[in-house]
């Protein structure tokens, strides 16, 4: 069965960066997208970026442009999402998610903690 | 980029009633629109793809509809288990996003 498995709870001060692993199984790894998308607490869904894990290739949202990256090492399966400079604001749950080729399927990842507090 | 408005921010129903949600885009997203469902501490999940295909496991209850910008989400007749929030995402363009979504609440 397909498995996103993310890295554990990351607690940082502003101005650090948090790199969130999500590791996949149970589908050829390079086949589908890997979508990035946050929560704060209390708010709504936002989307981060997106990596294909075949190419390379990468899309960001305007709002994280010049501080976000996401990148994958296809010989353990797994997408990495880096988010520098780091501000309260950035405190939410960060999720990888797989929605096959056009969301007619949607595998989430358990979602990973980033709390940033001085 | 394209810009997602939910309305109404909160709809109160009671159990069997129906409840109409509305998305619209800032410009054409096509039939590229997909509807969210999150409960209370769970992960979010899509309930319809291609703005009106329902993904495997929905209720026939729950269906969606129209094109370009303007979008419907409906469930039919509300139970216990709908009260969630609901988010809008096009897929059309990049970058994706999202509406602020709508609460159905009891």
């Known amino acids: 069965q397909v498995q996103l498995v993310q890295s554990g709870t990351e607690v940082k001060e502003p101005g650090a960066s948090v790199k969130v692993s999500c590791k996949a199984s149970g589908y050829t790894f390079t086949t589908y997208g890997i979508t990035w998308v946050r929560q704060a607490p209390g708010q709504g869904l936002e989307w981060m970026g997106w990596i294909h894990p075949n190419s390379g290739a990468t899309n960001y949202a305007q709002g994280f442009q010049g501080r976000i990256s996401v990148t994958r090492d296809t010989s353990i399966s797994t997408v990495y999402m880096e988010l520098s400079r780091l501000t309260v604001d950035d405190t939410a749950v960060y999720y990888c998610v797989h929605f096959g080729y056009r969301y007619e399927v949607n595998y989430w990842g358990q979602g990973t903690l980033v709390a940033v507090s001085s | 980029e394209i810009v997602m408005t939910q309305s109404p921010a909160t709809l109160s129903v009671s159990p069997g009633e129906r409840a109409t949600l509305s998305c619209r885009a800032s410009q054409s997203v096509s039939s590229n629109l997909v509807w969210h469902q999150q409960k209370p501490g769970q992960a979010p999940r899509v309930l319809i793809y291609?703005?009106?295909t329902r993904a495997t496991g929905i209720p026939a209850r729950f269906s969606g509809s129209g094109s370009g910008t303007e979008f419907t989400l409906t469930i039919s007749s509300l139970q216990s288990e709908d009260f969630a929030v609901y988010y809008c995402q096009q897929y059309n363009n990049w970058p994706r996003t999202f509406g602020q979504g709508t609460k159905v609440e009891i």
């Open positions: 291609g703005a009106s």
